[in-house]
């Protein structure tokens, strides 16, 4: 099972973007996906997540400008972040609760995708 994130960039304050992070392998089904971000110097920190029937949580510095969604048929999670601001700059890690296939039957386990940067410039 992977986790695929992409979106990233480099962006001016103020301006858009939107992560996408698809989930791939013997996946029978998906809980909680979300949004985590680290910044340098600091600890990975809760950006958003949602669970499989659409309830959103987000971090009080994102309130009002991000909005996590996701597409299950797709195994998709975004993150539309709007009104980005030079704090927002670090490295996103989309994360996952899964349910897959294994060698001795089927087990939740989550899993972290590979980081995407976003650079906010002032």
């Known amino acids: 099972v992977q986790l695929q994130a992409s979106g990233g960039g480099l962006v001016q304050a103020g301006e858009s973007l939107r992560l996408s992070c698809a989930a791939s392998?013997?996946?029978?089904?998906?809980?909680?996906m979300g949004w985590y971000r680290q910044a340098p110097g600091k600890q990975r920190e809760l950006v958003a997540t949602?669970?499989?029937?659409?309830?959103?949580n987000y971090a009080d510095s994102v309130k009002g400008r991000f909005t996590i969604s996701r597409e299950n048929a797709k195994n998709t999670v975004y993150l539309q972040m709007n009104s980005l601001k030079p704090e927002d700059t670090a490295v996103y890690f989309c994360?996952?609760?899964?349910?897959?296939?294994?060698?001795?039957?089927?087990?939740?386990?989550?899993?972290w995708g590979q980081g995407t940067q976003v650079t906010v410039s002032s």
């Open positions: 949602i669970n499989n029937g659409g309830r959103t």
């Open positions: 392998g013997s996946i029978i089904s998906i809980n909680t």
């Open positions: 994360n996952a609760d899964t349910l897959t296939f294994g060698p001795i039957g089927s087990s939740w386990r989550n899993r």
